[in-house]
Nanobody, 121 residues
Framework: QVQLVESGGGLVQPGGSLRLSCAASGSIFSVGAMGWYRQAPGQERELVATITSDGSTNYADSAKGRFTISRGNAKNTVYLQMNSLKPEDTAVYYC???????????????WGQGTQVTVSS
């Protein structure tokens, strides 16, 4: 069984910062890319940022210059540093990991339960 557990969400004023964390645990053989997605009320889930196992990053245009994605030394953790937050960043943020559970398992997408980020004065 695999679990992705996010933390770090909350309420912040416009212009403020938050740091999201996500750790993958359980029966894991190999972790590939990890990333963050978000879903605002009434909208579809959208990409925020991804990072590969060798550190290559990709950002949505809305995140470029304000958000930074990084991996922990253990490679099964991922962080999202969010600066200069705007009200339109308000959403539930989901962690995603592409991983295999055994040496013969195919890579599959796994999702966390989500953490709420609210940007409001």
């Amino acid at each position: 069984q695999v679990q992705l557990v996010e933390s770090g969400g909350g309420l912040v004023q416009p212009g403020g910062s938050l740091r999201l964390s996500c750790a993958a645990s359980g029966s894991i053989f190999s972790v590939g890319a990890m990333g963050w997605y978000r879903q605002a009320p009434g909208q579809e889930r959208e990409l925020v940022a991804t990072i590969t196992s060798d550190g290559s990053t990709n950002y949505a245009d809305s995140a470029k210059g304000r958000f930074t994605i990084s991996r922990g030394n253990a490679k099964n953790t991922v962080y999202l540093q969010m600066n200069s937050l705007k009200p339109e960043d308000t959403a539930v943020y989901y962690c995603n990991a592409v991983l295999s559970r055994t040496v013969v398992d195919n890579l599959r997408h796994y999702w966390g339960q989500g953490t709420q980020v609210t940007v409001s004065s």
